[in-house]
């Protein structure tokens, strides 16, 4: 089951934060995020697995509540580059488990 | 040197012909994905091979035929082309399952039916 994602936009001014949210139905064993920018691929960000560990890179970051199957992306003194749309994708625990995409999050950075 | 390779990056055809994808990876992984992104941008995955053994296998229409002929290349044969085959198909690559680790997605093959 597709986990859903919250909100679906988010409108920026250079140097603001955001916090997008990724939640699940069903058990998890690892969270990724990913951005892709219009017309490319999707890139991977981060990863997280179950534990409720807290992950960063540069200014971005990430929480895994295994608990509550939630998890979030947290976008701190955002930059253009940050523009594009952020996926959230979730497995289960089993050996050869799918990762399933949330429907996506638009975030927009404006000068 | 391209990570994960993807050829054609567009195809226009009619409905009813019939087409190929080709994908290889360069990075020794064992894992490789089909995934569809259709037009809302909402990204699927179709099928997912691992050393060559169809693992994943979604709820595709059986005029979608995967086929891996080594670890490093998947191919995606679509019978019958349909108006709603029309999206952007992602080959990607990963070391293991996948569930814990990166995936590296290919540039995209936009198919467009008309």
């Known amino acids: 089951q597709q986990p859903v994602q919250s909100p679906q936009a988010v409108i920026l001014r250079e140097g603001e934060d955001a916090v997008i949210n990724c939640s699940s139905s069903k058990a998890l064993y690892s969270v990724h995020w990913y951005r892709q920018k219009h017309g490319e691929a999707p890139v991977f960000l981060m990863i997280l697995l179950k534990g409720g560990e807290q992950k960063g890179h540069e200014k971005i970051s990430a929480s895994f509540n295994e608990k509550k199957q939630q998890s979030s992306l947290y976008l701190t003194a955002s930059q253009l580059s940050y523009s594009g749309t952020y996926f959230c994708?979730?497995?289960?625990?089993?050996?050869?488990?799918?990762?399933?995409f949330g429907q996506g999050t638009i975030l927009t950075v404006h000068p | 040197d391209t990570a994960v390779s993807q050829t054609p990056k567009y195809l226009v055809t009619q409905m009813g012909n019939d087409k190929s994808i080709k994908c290889e990876q360069n990075?020794?992984?064992?894992?490789m994905y089909w995934y569809k992104q259709d037009s809302k941008k909402f990204l699927k995955i179709m099928f997912s091979y691992n050393n060559k053994e169809l693992i994943i296998n979604e709820t595709v229409p059986n005029r979608f035929s995967p086929k891996s002929p080594d670890k490093a290349h998947l191919n995606l044969h679509i019978n019958s082309l349909e108006l709603g085959d029309s999206a952007v198909y992602f080959c990607?690559?990963?070391?293991?399952?996948?569930?814990?680790?990166?995936?590296?997605f290919g540039e995209g093959s936009r198919l467009t039916v008309l």
């Open positions: 990075l020794g992984h064992d894992t």
């Open positions: 994708g979730t497995a289960g625990g089993t050996s050869y488990g799918k990762l399933t």
């Open positions: 990607a690559s990963s070391l293991g399952t996948g569930v814990t680790g990166e995936l590296f």
